[in-house]
Every structure is written in C-alpha cells, then in structure tokens.
C-alpha cells in the first residue's frame, strides 16, 4: 500500500458518520455531555456542563450556594437568613406558610424578619431562568421560647440561695450588681450580709425576669443569759433604726421599741425590770437586720 492510499485511510476513518457503538467516542458524542450526536440539539455544550435530555445546558447552582440560618427571640422578633456565595445574579425568593410573600433580591444576602412560630417554605429561583428548569426549596421551623421557671429555696443556716430553673439554655444571674452565666439548671447563690438582690434572665426578654430580695441578717449578739434587771444587745451591720419586739413564750407581745442609735453606736441596753421570771423571744428588726433571740428571765 503507498503512502497515499495509507492517508486516505486515515482520514476517511476520522470523518465517518457516527457508528452508534456506546463507547462515547468523537464520532457517538462530540461534545462529551453523553447525548450522542443524532439527539443532541446543543451539540457544543461546554465541557462537564449539565445538560438535559436534547443534549442542552441545565441551568444549575449546587445546594452549598445557598446557607439558611435563624434567630429564634420572641413572638415578632424571630428571623430568617439566607446567604448565597454567588452574589452576581438576581435571585427571586417565594414564601408560603408561616408567611406568604415574593421578593428578590442581588447580594450576598436577604432577611426576612418580625415572624412569629410557624413553618415557613421558602423557595429560591434565578431571574431570567423558569423555576421549573432551576429552583430551591428549604423548610425552616420557628418556635418561641418557653417561660422562665424559677424555684429558690433561702437557708439561713447556709446563707445561700439555691436556684432551680428551667426555660433557657442559658441564665444570666445577677446578685447586687454581679452578673455571671450559667448553663446549668442548678444554682447556688452565698448571700452577702445585709440584703441581696437577685435577678435571673434568660437574655430573652419574653420569657420574663425573675427578681427577688433576700436579707442575710447580721448578727445580734446578748449577754447576759439568763439576765436579771437589764440586757445588753450588740448589732452587726450599720442600721440605725431598729424595732424591738419582745414576746412571752406564748407568742404575746409584752414590750416593743423603736430605737433610734446615733452614730458609731452599736449597742443597746434593754431595760427588763417589768419582765416576769420566764423565757422570752426578742426580735430585732433594720433595713438589714432581722433576727430573733430566745433569754431566761431569772
């Protein structure tokens, strides 16, 4: 065979017709989208495009273009957010459930906001493109927070507070002026001396604010006991005016006094001559103040 007839060959072997054998050669598919050449009306699609069942582009985004996201707050405080990484094109949004509305949007973002509970559909298409070629749809629920549950539980012996609660997922409790954060649904606040004031949140404002004032009393300390003609009392803390009620061991009030204690003075002489020989309860009352003593009348 000459030289000649060897490049005929070739070339009549480079431009046969298509031969139908599945192989996905030049001559089954010329532009490798995987619709042999006889079917395909879009004959030069890019390579490694989507393409449909005539062989033409598929318009396409893949799922991570698109990021939801939502803030869950109170009832008309809730949000939704949509991110895309593609920020060139027109995005059309849909909503139904929850909501129903139609908007777009171009940028790397939308924001739909003031919702309530509710199970929102949202669906994305392009601008330009029919939504039964391209679309995305998500689902997204909101629910609203339940209401702050706070149980305490004061011990005087332990001069704390212990706390149960329930509906956050994390608490922010603040004792005079102190805040600190928990996760926990246990807690335990050790009072100062005088009064405490708490306040527990969620950091949501609709699931409501627990606020409550506890007093650690200061000490009173007495001698003597048993005492005869007088009793001396000593207060802690800064109070100045106290109330004294003295009761017998039947619960009557015998004796009551408003005192007044000028400055730096601490203590107080209680005159007992008009008491009975028996036992007494003495309680002591101040803004910080607010204990009872049991003495022995000899």
Request: glycine share 8%; net charge negative; hydrophobic share 30%.
């Amino acid at each position: 065979m000459s030289n000649t007839e060897v490049e005929f060959v070739a070339l009549r072997a480079y431009t046969s017709p298509p031969d139908g054998d599945g192989e996905g050669d030049v001559s089954d598919d010329f532009d490798h989208d995987g619709v042999w050449n006889p079917f395909d009306s879009c004959p030069e699609t890019p390579l490694g495009e989507l393409v449909d069942l005539d062989g033409c582009l598929i318009y396409y985004l893949p799922v991570s273009n698109f990021s939801l996201s939502k803030t869950e707050k109170c009832a008309g405080e809730n949000s939704i957010s949509l991110s895309v990484i593609d920020d060139t094109i027109t995005y059309n949004v849909s909503v139904s459930g929850g909501a129903t509305l139609s908007d777009s949007f171009t940028g790397d973002s939308w924001n739909l906001d003031q919702l309530s509970a509710g199970v929102y559909s949202i669906c994305v298409s392009v601008e330009g493109v029919n939504p039964l070629e391209f679309e995305r749809c998500f689902q997204v629920t909101i629910t609203e927070p339940s209401p702050l549950v706070v149980n305490s539980f004061f011990s005087r012996t332990n001069q704390n507070v212990s706390f149960s609660l329930e509906g956050g997922s994390a608490y922010q409790i603040t004792h005079n002026g102190k805040t600190t954060q928990t996760n926990s649904s246990k807690h335990t606040v050790n009072l100062d001396k005088g009064l405490n004031n708490i306040s527990i949140s969620t950091g949501i404002e609709c699931q409501g604010l627990f606020q409550q004032t506890y007093l650690n009393s200061y000490e009173v300390k007495y001698t003597p006991n048993p005492f005869k003609e007088n009793l001396q009392l000593y207060f802690g803390g800064q109070d100045n005016i106290l109330e004294i009620g003295v009761y017998a061991s039947n619960g009557k009030l015998i004796d009551y006094k408003n005192i007044s204690l000028p400055f730096g003075v601490r203590n107080y002489q209680l005159d007992t001559a008009k008491y009975e020989t028996g036992v007494y309860i003495i309680n002591i009352k101040g803004a910080t103040l607010d204990q009872s003593i049991q003495v022995i009348k000899e």
